[in-house]
């Protein structure tokens, strides 16, 4: 497996993402002048629907849901193109060719649906087709084209399906640093990212159109701020598209899943029973959040969503950094599985999965594919087989 050292090299531990964080530059505006142009969204909540669901699950245990794994992308030792560093994300173009974002050697590699490899293209960089970090990639039907945002350069690369840059947006007029992007059947993007301030951190979920020259809804919220080692501030728990036409997100800190339609208006909100949920915690530069619903997919009419929580009666809240990496480390007290949901988003049952696999998306057939980073990075597909 390769091994480089870099300052940001994110690290997996309980919850499938462990990261470094490295505060460059912030803003010493204050927050009211940040936010002065900005309109908040209220929603009627009297139109909002509550969907609460028993862990139980209406298909009870009787019934049998199982994964059959049929391809691994990725080898511990190897040549170039079968070792990756660490995985952030995955993208898939009409062909159902995998783009895999290498947040550790800031390259994409792209495989055929057989897990043939086809290319890889992108390096470490501020020049055109250049990354500085890479968090997130997207293949936007509406165009073929592929977008990938870069927090620390302040633009979206677009590249085309060879692979070919193709331009790169700048989003310091959103005042935000992207950190993910999703798109609507009609080319509207969806953007999710951060503001710095003197003393805060705010995560927004924003709506551009497709030229990406007008933001058309702006929508953020405020989770509970955990003091420890310093303010940390919570981000979404994951933020995307389901459907082609509704936006979600859900939380950091208890098992809710929140929908928007495309003018980031909230119509609907699944809650589920589910084991105490604890706050995210960020110690001398250590962060790790101990729950959350890592992805949402739709499946043959049904909603996949990846969940991984801790099962311990309580977190401390740890002081050093060591103290937090040992906890981390008890693998009996944390936990992977899928939960499965009609198309009414009742809960219908709840599948385990390997400790440490995140759901990271589907290809147009509906296998699933599970992004595993320890013990070295890999990228694997299953179909969900009922009984």
Same mark, same amino acid.
């Given at each position: 497996?390769?091994?480089?050292?870099?300052?940001?090299?994110?690290?997996?531990?309980?919850?499938?993402?462990?990261?470094?964080?490295?505060?460059?530059?912030?803003?010493?505006?204050?927050?009211?002048?940040?936010?002065?142009?900005?309109?908040?969204?209220?929603?009627?909540?009297?139109?909002?629907?509550?969907?609460?669901?028993?862990?139980?699950?209406?298909?009870?245990?009787?019934?049998?849901?199982?994964? $059959? $794994?049929?391809?691994?992308?990725?080898?511990?030792?190897?040549?170039?193109?079968?070792?990756?560093?660490?995985?952030?994300?995955?993208?898939?173009?009409?062909?159902?060719?995998? /783009?895999?974002?290498?947040?550790?050697?800031?390259?994409?590699?792209?495989?055929?649906?057989?897990?043939?490899?086809?290319?890889? /293209?992108?390096?470490?960089?501020?020049g055109p087709g250049?990354?500085?970090?890479?968090?997130?990639?997207?293949?936007? &039907?509406?165009?073929?084209?592929?977008?990938?945002?870069?927090? &620390?350069?302040?633009?979206?690369? =677009?590249?085309?399906? $060879?692979?070919?840059?193709?331009?790169?947006?700048?989003?310091?007029?959103?005042?935000?640093?992207?950190?993910?992007?999703?798109?609507?059947? +009609?080319?509207?993007?969806?953007?999710?990212?951060?503001?710095?301030? #003197?003393?805060?951190?705010?995560?927004?979920?924003?709506?551009?159109n497709h030229s990406?020259?007008?933001?058309?809804?702006?929508?953020?919220? +405020?989770?509970?701020?955990? &003091?420890?080692?310093?303010?940390?501030?919570?981000?979404?728990?994951?933020?995307?598209?389901?459907? #082609?036409?509704?936006?979600?997100?859900?939380?950091?800190? $208890?098992?809710?899943?929140?929908?928007?339609?495309?003018?980031?208006?909230?119509?609907?909100?699944?809650?589920?029973?589910?084991?105490?949920?604890?706050?995210? =915690?960020?110690?001398?530069?250590?962060?790790? +959040?101990?729950?959350?619903?890592?992805?949402?997919?739709?499946?043959?009419?049904?909603?996949?969503?990846?969940?991984?929580?801790?099962?311990?009666?309580?977190?401390?809240?740890?002081?050093?950094?060591?103290?937090?990496?040992?906890?981390? +480390?008890?693998?009996?007290?944390?936990?992977? =599985?899928?939960?499965i949901f009609d198309?009414?988003?009742?809960?219908?049952?709840?599948?385990?999965? =390997?400790?440490?696999? &995140?759901?990271?998306?589907?290809?147009?057939?509906?296998?699933?594919?599970?992004?595993?980073?320890?013990?070295?990075?890999?990228?694997?597909?299953?179909?969900?087989?009922?009984?």
């Amino acid at each position: 497996m390769k091994k480089k050292i870099r300052s940001d090299k994110p690290i997996l531990f309980l919850s499938g993402v462990m990261v470094i964080l490295i505060f460059i530059s912030c803003s010493s505006e204050k927050k009211e002048d940040l936010f002065a142009t900005v309109s908040s969204q209220t929603p009627d909540e009297e139109k909002v629907e509550i969907i609460s669901n028993d862990p139980e699950g209406l298909w009870g245990k009787d019934n049998k849901v199982s994964l $059959e $794994e049929d391809l691994i992308i990725g080898k511990e030792y190897g040549s170039e193109e079968e070792m990756f560093g660490y995985i952030r994300g995955i993208g898939f173009d009409d062909e159902d060719n995998i /783009f895999i974002a290498d947040s550790y050697e800031l390259t994409v590699k792209v495989f055929d649906r057989q897990g043939k490899f086809i290319q890889s /293209f992108g390096r470490e960089g501020s020049g055109p087709g250049e990354f500085n970090t890479l968090d997130d990639i997207h293949w936007c &039907r509406f165009n073929n084209i592929l977008y990938i945002p870069d927090r &620390r350069n302040n633009w979206i690369n =677009q590249f085309s399906p $060879e692979g070919k840059f193709l331009n790169a947006i700048k989003t310091t007029k959103f005042k935000i640093r992207v950190m993910g992007i999703d798109s609507f059947t +009609d080319g509207k993007f969806m953007l999710k990212g951060m503001r710095f301030g #003197g003393n805060f951190a705010d995560y927004r979920i924003i709506v551009v159109n497709h030229s990406f020259e007008k933001v058309l809804a702006e929508y953020g919220e +405020d989770f509970p701020i955990h &003091r420890v080692g310093m303010d940390y501030f919570p981000d979404f728990s994951d933020v995307g598209i389901i459907t #082609g036409t509704q936006l979600y997100y859900t939380s950091p800190s $208890e098992y809710k899943i929140v929908l928007f339609d495309k003018n980031l208006t909230k119509n609907k909100v699944i809650k589920k029973s589910h084991p105490k949920m604890f706050l995210p =915690q960020y110690v001398n530069g250590l962060y790790s +959040d101990f729950n959350g619903i890592e992805n949402l997919c739709m499946v043959n009419g049904n909603y996949i969503a990846g969940v991984s929580y801790c099962d311990a009666p309580e977190i401390p809240l740890f002081k050093q950094k060591m103290e937090l990496a040992n906890f981390l +480390d008890n693998e009996k007290q944390s936990y992977y =599985q899928l939960d499965i949901f009609d198309g009414g988003f009742q809960f219908l049952i709840s599948v385990d999965i =390997q400790h440490g696999r &995140r759901l990271a998306g589907t290809d147009s057939i509906g296998r699933l594919y599970f992004i595993q980073n320890e013990p070295f990075p890999c990228l694997v597909r299953c179909s969900l087989v009922f009984n």
